[in-house]
């Protein structure tokens, strides 16, 4: 349920989005990043079945500027990353990144017409939480949490929480689990397993015109 809803989510961040009258930095790129996903999809030339990969690759690329990738599998892995090497580091991060890339970017073309209001930033050093809800078509709220970490000059997310329950967190609980019933390599197993599985849905080609 928890990752139907955040990918619910972020796929719900790609139309219009007001801004409180206060917003601050971590605010304003998170809302930078949604734009350019909007001018994407809006742009005409990438429209269409016979350009969904080349769509999909411009919003993936956006993804990478405003999510912290190696943060969220750091955090999601918890306590187990400290027992691996700078090698399975690498392999864990690129392989859990991808697939919520993946994931995110095979909602874009089913967005069923949620907007998503900003409602409150809260900041203190190098950690904020910009507050969001989520309003569907019949009116119903879902409030969503960004909790972004700065690096350098940028904000990037580290964390989505959806009505209190952390993105992370979720994670986490399964990954734990499955090390501590199996092994470490299983679950690396069972992420590529599901790898494979999306590469499938998500690059499948663009159908032919059929033929008179």
Known sequence: MIRRLFLGALAACLLAVPLPARAGVPTDQLKGAIDRVVKTLDNPALKGESKVMERRAAVRKIANDIFDFTEIARR?????????????????????????????????????????????????????????????????????????????????????????????????????????????????KKMKSKQGELISETEKPAAKPKTQ
């Open 76 to 188: 999601s892995l918890g306590r187990h990353w400290a027992g691996k090497t700078d090698a399975e580091h690498e392999e864990f991060v690129s392989l859990f990144a991808d697939l919520l890339e993946r994931s995110y970017i095979s909602k874009i073309d089913t967005y069923g017409g949620e907007k998503i209001t900003y409602t409150s930033e809260r900041s203190e050093g190098d950690i904020a939480v910009v507050s969001t809800k989520i309003i569907s078509k019949s009116g119903t709220e879902v409030p969503i949490d960004y909790r972004m970490l700065k690096k350098g000059d940028r904000w990037l997310v580290y964390d989505v929480s959806i009505e209190g329950v952390s993105l992370v967190s979720n994670y986490r609980t399964q990954f734990n689990k499955i090390i501590q019933t199996s092994s470490y390599a299983e679950l690396i």
